[in-house]
């Protein structure tokens, strides 16, 4: 259950210790070097020095919890990224940067620039560990539309840059069924370019389910366990062959983008998407509750750093 009274929310300190158990369950680990001695990491505690720092007698730097992580180098109170980091995280359809501004007492664009450092550390790792699916299993293909008209939705990027504005932008998923998501922003629907990203992340053995647009027709050569669902001849469930469970995260992703955010910009879409995908993959039917996908998004914002500059800077391409 979420508490709002909890000392981590409204303490700088206790949210700092809370961040140091979830990164040092065994004590501090200096983010520079890797020592993890812990009689070579001293704690500093002059009256000088502020809450939490300790310095490695390796390689003789000082260093935080906060080091390395989304988090470093902010000047906002650390209890109120924890807050941040838990109302994103509990958020099925997501929080936007004015509904974090209103809750945590900051400027709309300090608000806004948390939300996408929190958006990095829910990206999972540059290569996803393992394929999907995999003997008996299935994984289902498809792919949906995002902002922009729908009148725009089959115009060529050059075209939509001439016009001034952009149209839908393209986004491809695969859903394991009982299990996790990947999604990725793509610039086509064609079997060129769909057809490798199946094959690097699911097992050939695998059950795959898709529609029958004509960019998976050939996908039985790779898959021998592919099986369609004709929505063209208005089926949508066959037996076992039906694309129901990514049909409903993409009403989870729809709903948040029209809902709450309204607009998604082209340069920023992938890490919406990984923000709806952590959810879907941190989810209570995987026995994932709140808290502890709040502490495993916090654990996830080691090693990724993104700068005011660079995220401005994608806005403004």
């Known amino acids: 259950m979420f508490d709002l009274t909890n000392e981590i929310y409204q303490d700088a300190d206790k949210a700092r210790e809370h961040l140091e158990s979830i990164h040092w369950p065994e004590g501090p680990v200096c983010p520079h070097c890797g020592n993890c001695d812990q009689d070579r990491i001293t704690k500093l505690e002059g009256k000088s020095t502020r809450p939490g ?46 509904q974090l501004h209103r809750m945590l007492g900051v400027t709309y664009k300090t608000a806004w620039f948390m939300a996408h450092r929190i958006r990095e550390a829910m990206k999972p790792a540059p290569k996803p560990s393992g394929s999907m699916g995999g003997e008996g299993k299935y994984v289902e293909a498809d792919e949906t539309f995002i902002g922009g008209k729908e009148k725009n939705k089959h115009k060529s990027k050059r075209a939509k840059r001439r016009g001034g504005a952009w149209g839908k932008e393209t986004v491809f998923s695969l859903v394991e069924r009982g299990g996790h998501v990947r999604s990725r922003h793509v610039v086509s629907v064609t079997a060129q370019t769909l057809r490798p990203v199946i094959k690097a992340q699911v097992d050939a053995a695998t059950f795959l389910v898709t529609d029958d647009a004509g960019q998976y027709r050939h996908m039985k050569e790779d898959f021998p366990g592919h099986e369609v ?38 340069q920023h879409l992938k890490r919406y998407l990984a923000e709806f995908d952590f959810r879907y993959n941190e989810r209570e039917a995987l026995g994932v509750n709140d808290t502890m996908r709040a502490q495993n998004l916090l654990a996830g914002a080691r090693g990724k750093r993104l700068t005011y500059r660079r995220t401005s800077e994608a806005a403004n391409a």
């Open 53 to 98: 720092v300790h310095k490695c007698k390796e390689c003789r730097k000082p260093f935080t919890v906060t080091v390395g992580t989304v988090f470093e180098h902010s000047k906002i109170p650390l209890n109120k990224w924890v807050l941040a980091t838990h109302l994103m995280a509990s958020s099925k359809k997501g929080m936007s940067a004015h």
């Open 229 to 266: 669902i004709n929505h063209s001849a208005q089926e949508y469930v066959r037996g076992n062959t039906h694309t129901n469970t990514i049909e409903g995260y993409f009403s989870i992703l729809k709903r948040g983008v029209t809902g709450t955010y309204h607009h998604v910009s082209q």
